[in-house]
C-alpha cells in the first residue's frame, strides 16, 4: 500500500511569497493529484499529472517518477489561496486514491 | 451545471440511529466513492462503485452500507455499528472509461453524532 507524506503541515506565507509544498510516496503511482479544500470543507481538483510539470495561472505542479516526489508551486501568494492543499496518488493501474494528511497554508495580508 | 450533489451540509443525529447520506451526480461518470475525513487525517475510502448493482469495501467499511441502484446516486447510510460516526463525508465519481483517474468530488456533508 502507497504511504503519501507531505510537507510541512502547516505554512504561513506573507502575501506575495513563493511557496512550495512537498509530496513524497512509496511506491509506483498511475497518476499523482493535488487538491484544494477551503474551510468549508468542499474538494477542488488543482492539478492529475503522471510525468513533468503542468501550470495553471500561479499554480505549478512537478513531479520527478524517479525520486517518487512531487511539489505544488503557488507564486505571488495572495489571501485567498489560504486553503488545505492535499496530495493523492492512483496506485500503478489502481482507479482507488491514497490521500497525504494535507498541509494547511495560510497566507496573511 | 454538471456536479456532484451532496445532502444535507450539516447533519446530527443521537446515537443508536442509522442515517443516510445522500450523493447524486449529473455528470454521466460509472464510478462512484465514499470517502471518511477526520482532523489530522487524510481522507480514507469507505465504498466504492464501478457500476451499478456493484460496489466494494474500501478500507474502513465496517459499520457502513451503500447502495447503488441508480447510476446517478450513490447513498451511504451510516449505521449504529460504527463506533465512531461523527466526521466528514466526502462523495466523489469518475469517468471510469478515457480519463479513470479524474475524481470529482462533492461539497461534503458533516455529520455529528451525540
Known amino acids: 500500500k502507497n504511504e503519501v507524506e507531505q510537507s510541512p503541515q502547516n505554512l504561513t506565507a506573507q502575501e506575495g511569497e513563493f511557496i512550495t509544498i512537498n509530496c513524497s510516496y512509496s511506491v509506483g503511482i498511475s497518476a499523482l493529484h493535488w487538491l484544494q479544500q477551503h474551510p468549508g470543507g468542499g474538494i477542488v481538483s488543482l492539478f492529475m499529472?503522471?510525468?513533468g510539470k503542468k501550470k495553471h495561472g500561479r499554480l505549478i505542479a512537478t513531479i520527478n517518477i524517479q525520486e517518487k516526489h512531487s511539489s505544488l508551486h503557488i507564486t505571488a501568494s495572495h489571501p485567498r489561496d489560504s486553503a488545505v492543499y492535499i496530495c493523492?496518488?492512483?496506485?500503478?493501474?489502481?482507479?482507488?486514491?491514497?490521500f497525504g494528511k494535507g498541509t494547511k497554508l495560510s497566507v496573511i495580508p | 451545471d454538471g456536479g456532484i450533489t451532496q445532502s444535507p451540509k450539516y447533519l446530527f443525529r443521537k446515537e443508536g440511529q442509522n442515517v443516510t447520506l445522500s450523493c447524486e451526480q449529473n455528470?454521466?461518470?460509472?464510478?462512484m466513492y465514499w470517502y471518511r475525513q477526520d482532523p489530522g487525517q487524510g481522507l480514507r475510502l469507505i465504498y466504492y462503485?464501478?457500476?451499478?448493482?456493484?460496489?466494494q469495501k474500501g478500507d474502513i467499511a465496517e459499520g457502513y452500507s451503500v447502495s447503488r441502484e441508480k447510476k446517478e446516486s450513490f447513498p451511504l447510510t451510516v449505521t449504529s455499528a460504527q463506533k465512531n460516526p461523527t466526521a466528514f463525508y466526502l462523495c466523489?465519481?469518475?469517468?471510469?472509461?478515457?480519463?479513470?483517474?479524474?475524481?470529482?468530488f462533492g461539497p461534503g456533508t458533516r455529520l455529528t453524532v451525540t
Open positions: 466523489a465519481s469518475s469517468p471510469s472509461d478515457l480519463r479513470p483517474y479524474e475524481q470529482y
Open positions: 455528470l454521466n461518470h460509472d464510478a
Open positions: 493523492a496518488v492512483n496506485g500503478a493501474g489502481s482507479y482507488q486514491l491514497t
Open positions: 499529472l503522471s510525468s
Open positions: 462503485s464501478q457500476i451499478v448493482n456493484d460496489f
